[in-house]
C-alpha cells in the first residue's frame, strides 16, 4: 500500500530584524548626511542588515529615504502639523516658532530639520528627492496659509493680513532657524530668534 506524504504549504522565511527599527535608524542616517551624502553602506551598517535585505523590505535608497521622510513627520516630537490645531493663529504660529527652536537643536537626534536640508543640492540622479521635499515644504506652506486665512475669516486676523505672505514669512523664518541649527546655534539663542519674530507678528496683527 502506497503511503501519502502529506505537503505542508511553503511558508516565507521571516525577516531577522525588527524594520521599525532599522527605518529610525535609516532616518537617523538620511538626516545627519542627507541624501546624496548618504550611502548604501552607510544605511546597511547602521541598520544592522545586508543589501538584499534592504532591497526586500525598503525598495531601493529613493524609496527609503521616502519611508523615512514618512517616519520624521509622525514623530512625537514633530512639531508642524500639529500646531495646526491651536486655537488662534498667533497660538498656532508661537506653536510652530518655539517648537522649531526646541526640536530643531534637541541633542536627542541630529539637528536641523531633514525636510529642508535633506536634499537641497542634487546631481541629476537624485532630482526626484529634491523635488519630493519641495513638494513637502510647499504642502506645509498651503497648509499654514489655509490656517491663516480661515482665521482672517473668523476675525482673529485683521482685513488687511495676507494669509499667503504670512505663511512664506513663518516658512521662510522656520527655514533659516533650522539653518541656524546646524551651524550650532545654542537652544537660547534660537529661542530668542522664535521670540523676536513673535513679537513681530503680534504688533503687526494684534487686534487689540
Not at 510652530?96 to 541633542?107: I, K, Q, R, T
Request: aromatic fraction near 8%.
Amino acid at each position: 500500500m502506497m503511503s501519502t506524504v502529506t505537503q505542508t504549504p511553503c511558508v516565507g522565511r521571516p525577516r531577522a530584524f525588527d524594520t521599525e527599527d532599522a527605518l529610525a535608524k535609516a532616518l537617523e542616517v538620511f538626516w545627519r548626511k542627507g541624501f546624496e551624502g548618504t550611502s548604501l553602506t552607510d544605511l546597511t551598517q547602521a541598520m544592522g542588515i545586508n543589501k538584499p535585505s534592504l532591497y526586500a523590505a525598503f525598495g531601493n535608497k529613493e524609496q527609503l529615504f521616502i519611508k523615512a521622510i514618512e517616519l520624521y513627520e509622525q514623530r512625537p516630537c514633530a512639531f508642524f502639523y500639529p500646531s495646526l490645531e491651536q486655537e488662534t493663529a498667533y497660538q498656532v504660529v508661537e506653536a510652530m516658532l518655539l517648537g522649531a527652536a526646541s526640536s530643531l537643536v534637541d541633542e536627542s537626534h541630529p539637528q536641523g530639520c531633514l525636510i529642508v536640508q535633506g536634499a537641497l543640492t542634487c546631481s541629476e540622479a537624485g532630482q526626484a528627492i529634491k523635488q519630493t521635499l519641495i513638494n513637502r515644504r510647499r504642502d506645509g506652506e498651503i497648509a499654514l496659509c489655509e490656517r491663516l486665512q480661515r482665521a482672517k475669516d473668523e476675525g482673529d486676523l485683521p482685513a488687511h493680513a495676507d494669509a499667503l505672505l504670512l505663511a512664506r514669512y513663518i516658512g521662510t523664518m522656520l527655514q533659516g532657524m533650522a539653518v541656524q541649527a546646524t551651524n550650532g546655534i545654542c537652544p537660547k539663542e534660537l529661542r530668542s530668534v522664535a521670540e523676536l519674530v513673535l513679537t513681530h507678528f503680534r504688533d503687526a496683527f494684534s487686534k487689540n
